[in-house]
């Protein structure tokens, strides 16, 4: 069964760039079939779907962030990485990193807060 750790900063100021990371453990992210996602939950509010990142290296966005977002991977590291560019207070929240396998293994979530 696969592992999943996020890891990134806790604070970031309005107008930076968010950087996270995923680290999976317990199998390839190139596993075929794997999908690799990213999600979050703000405040008082439901899960957001960001991004995934396919087996295949193939990308989707969610359209309300497409402009901002940008996921991408590292399989020398087993890692894959979420940027989210212009943050604004709106986009704190818990980030989760999300693989398919085994039928969806979950990260325990990571506490982001946009604020100067």
């Known amino acids: 069964q696969v592992q999943l750790q996020e890891s990134g900063p806790a604070l970031v100021k309005p107008s930076e760039t968010l950087s996270l990371t995923c680290t999976v453990s317990g199998g390839s992210i190139t596993t075929s079939y794997q999908y690799l996602s990213w999600i979050r939950q703000p405040p008082g509010k439901g899960l957001e779907w960001m991004a995934v990142?396919?087996?295949?290296?193939?990308?989707y966005y969610s359209p309300s962030l497409k402009s901002r977002t940008s996921i991408s991977r590292d399989t020398a590291k087993n890692q894959f990485s979420l940027q989210l560019s212009s943050v604004t207070p709106d986009d704190t929240a818990v980030y989760y990193c999300w693989s398919s396998v085994g039928g969806g293994s979950w990260g325990q979530g990571t506490q982001v807060t946009v604020s100067s």
């Open positions: 990142i396919g087996y295949d290296a193939s990308t």
